[in-house]
């Protein structure tokens, strides 16, 4: 089984800047892709982004040149550094990962709050 634990949400202004980790650790095959999804009260769960162990990055137009996303798949550790972040960011954000035998496991979510 692989266990996650996500860190760095909190509350912030708009326009300021978080940055979040996720850690893996437990059983863990290969990891073949890490990734951040985000659900805000009342919608659906999101993805944000992801990255794969070969380093091909993927956004959500709603993000782009404002997020990046980070990962050491030798720590399968992932990070999201979020800029410019706006009130419409709020949600809780979730890191997931696929690992070799394509079983996807998520962490318990942390709450990021955009407001002045």
């Known amino acids: 089984q692989v266990h996650l634990v996500e860190s760095g949400g909190g509350l912030v202004q708009p326009g300021g800047s978080l940055r979040l980790s996720c850690a893996a650790s437990?059983?863990?095959?290969?990891?073949?892709?890490m990734g951040w999804h985000r659900q805000a009260p009342g919608k659906q769960r999101e993805l944000v982004a992801s990255i794969t162990s070969g380093g091909d990055t993927n956004y959500a137009d709603s993000v782009k040149g404002r997020f990046t996303i980070s990962g050491d798949y030798t720590k399968n550790t992932v990070y999201l550094q979020m800029n410019s972040l706006r009130p419409e960011d709020t949600a809780v954000y979730f890191c997931a990962v696929i690992d070799s035998i394509r079983r996807t496991s998520w962490g318990q979510g942390t709450q990021v709050t955009v407001s002045s």
């Open positions: 437990g059983k863990i095959f290969s990891l073949l892709a």
